[in-house]
């Protein structure tokens, strides 16, 4: 099992730079989602059957650290566009703002 999910995870890292070369629309989307799909269908009972997974290092603890830090600067993001306070209508989903955050 565990060299079947490696197989497949060296399939998803091939498959990321060309992610929209193949896509199948709907809800199965581009070739890496696929791909990623299947990396879990098979890492998660692979985990399972070891019963047991390797202790995350000091460098998975600080790339966790900087997503979450990445995470919580959306909230402090000032973008006058998105305020809601100024512009109620810009909030319809056509423009690129990603959420009505306007903190001063």
């Known amino acids: 099992m ?7 995870l060296l399939l998803f890292a091939f498959a990321i730079p060309w992610e929209y070369s193949l896509d199948f629309g709907g809800p199965l989307g581009n070739v890496a989602r696929l791909a990623g ?11 399972l059957q070891a019963g047991r997974m390797r202790a995350p290092g000091a460098f998975w ?10 995470c919580c600067s959306y909230f402090w993001t000032i973008d006058p566009c998105c ?22």
């Open 2 to 8: 565990r060299r079947v999910t490696w197989f497949l």
């Open 37 to 47: 799909l299947l990396v879990l269908l098979a890492a998660v009972p692979a985990v």
């Open 61 to 70: 603890w600080l790339t966790l650290a900087l997503y979450l830090w990445f």
């Open 83 to 104: 305020d809601p306070r100024e512009n109620p209508g810009q909030l319809s989903g056509d423009d690129d703002c990603l959420a009505g955050v306007g903190i001063r």
